[in-house]
């Protein structure tokens, strides 16, 4: 009777033995995953049996409003953080995963979060672990659906305010999402643009550069900064720079564009001014050329000839016994000297007048009157408005230079019989006007770079660009002559020295 008392004993001794060794085990077992649970970067918890405590990872403890340990069991947190309708229904999940009758449930609920607000949550719960009676482990995943939402809502606000067009289209071209600057930019309502494939929307000379960058979308290429003109609703196009990235696996693709219609206009126009300044280089050669070709004539035809003849009358003199009468021919060859001085007075005022820069702008273009009237045979007033002041040296060369430039184009286009030339001192101002009474202006085919034969030599484009590098313009208008006036007007700067 001892002996079978003994073995029994032995046996369950035994038996204890090894169910301690067993549940220690499991018990370190579960510490390891406890452990491994909070160091995860996901947001999960993990609910230990019988205890009821809540161990969290670290992405959550800061969303949680879970402050010391105490918080941290399962039926605290379902009585404080989970909303009241929804208490329940969690509960009822909780103990069957604890009881085992179910390993696996789907959960969705609200859950206060530690800035105060509610958050619709949906939970993952499985049971992972069962280390003896009514103890075990349950591991629960969740998922902020609020803050999905507001993402998307975000993402959807952005969409719908972006400044640029953006659109969510298939692989056939087909626009299936448009945002409200598509409507802004080309004038089509959403419906238009959704009617249309991406390249009914291309102006013809662009469609196939268009297809091509379908094609590469369809291969997965991405195509970045294509400029295509875009029809817009009243029958124009503007220039749209396209960025799209296909999505194969969704056969999606997301496209950003931005009108830049204004950057091409402007490029064109830089483009335009850039030629016309080859133009110009182009005529500045053929002028000076032609000056210096005028130049030469003047030097060869009168001042030459005039230097010959005297120099013929003063050979003479050498030989007095042949010459009838000596005075008379020095008489002869002193006045075709003083006719040669003053033509060569007259050619060096007409390319630096000296009193520009002695006297001033006044006495110049006065000057300049006077000798269209005496050389050219054409009438000219001068005449002065205002308080004179000095104006800075350059700006008195520009003003005397455009009001020569126009004078000539007035003798030689106009068809004029006289014109005028006359100074305004305005308070912020100084103004040049040439007029006459000549054919006038066609203001309706006047351009801002008209180089006609009207305008000579290089045209009104020259005398404005001039002027509008040191802050003046030009202005074209209709004489009281009859004919044309051209205002040149710079601001009033006065003569530093």
């Known amino acids: 009777m001892e002996f079978v008392v003994g073995i029994i004993l032995g046996a369950l001794l035994c038996a204890v033995g090894l169910y301690g060794r067993e ?237 830049i219609t204004d950057r091409k206009h402007a490029e064109q126009e830089l483009q335009r001014y850039q030629d016309r300044l080859k133009q110009l280089a182009s005529q500045l050669s053929t002028v000076e050329e032609r000056e210096r070709r005028r130049l030469a004539e003047i030097l060869h035809d009168t001042l030459a000839q005039e230097l010959f003849a005297a120099q013929a009358k003063l050979t003479l003199l050498k030989y007095p016994d042949q010459v009838a009468d000596v005075a008379a021919v020095r008489d002869e060859a002193a006045e075709i000297l003083d006719h040669a001085t003053e033509l060569a007075r007259t050619l060096t005022f007409e390319l630096f007048p000296p009193a520009l820069y002695e006297v001033g702008l006044d006495a110049a273009l006065e000057w300049l009157c006077r000798s269209f009237k005496a050389t050219r045979k054409l009438p000219c007033d001068y005449t002065e408005e205002g308080q004179p002041f000095d104006l800075a040296v350059e700006h008195r060369a520009l003003l005397y230079q455009g009001a020569r430039e126009l004078l000539a184009n007035v003798f030689k286009h106009a068809g004029a019989s006289r014109a005028e030339v006359t100074v305004r001192y305005l308070e912020a101002a100084v103004e040049v006007r040439v007029d006459d009474d000549g054919q006038g202006f066609d203001f309706a085919n006047q351009t801002s770079d008209d180089t006609s034969e009207r305008t000579g030599g290089f045209g009104l484009f020259n005398i404005r660009e001039r002027l509008s590098q040191v802050g003046g313009q030009l202005n074209i208008e209709t004489s009281h002559l009859g004919g044309g006036r051209v205002s040149l007007t710079l601001p009033a700067v006065e003569n530093p020295s």
């Open 23 to 259: 549940h220690w085990q499991r018990q370190r077992q579960a510490d390891a995953l406890i452990s491994d649970i909070e160091g995860l970067e996901l947001p999960v918890l993990l609910i230990h049996f019988p205890s009821g405590r809540i161990h969290v990872s670290e992405p959550m403890r800061g969303s949680m409003d879970i402050d010391t340990p105490e918080d941290a069991t399962v039926d605290r947190i379902i009585g404080t953080l989970i909303r009241e309708n929804d208490r329940i229904p969690v509960q009822r999940a909780v103990e069957e995963l604890r009881s085992g009758v179910h390993v696996y449930r789907e959960l969705s609920f609200a859950m206060r979060h530690r800035d105060g607000r509610w958050h619709e949550m949906q939970a993952q719960a499985f049971r992972i672990g069962a280390f003896g009676l009514r103890s075990g482990l349950v591991a629960v995943t969740l998922k902020d659906r609020t803050q999905s939402r507001e993402v998307v809502e975000e993402r959807d606000r952005l969409f719908n305010l972006s400044l640029d067009l953006m659109a969510v289209g298939d692989l056939t071209g087909r626009l299936l999402q448009v945002n409200p600057a598509w409507v802004r930019v080309l004038r089509w309502s959403r419906d238009d643009i959704m009617d249309r494939t991406f390249i009914d929307l291309i102006h013809p000379d662009d469609q196939d550069r268009a297809r091509l960058a379908q094609d590469d979308l369809r291969e997965g290429i991405p195509v970045r900064d294509l400029e295509l003109r875009t029809m817009a609703r009243d029958g124009s196009h503007r220039w749209i720079s396209w960025s799209s990235f296909p999505l194969i696996a969704r056969r999606t693709v997301f496209t950003v564009a931005r009108d």
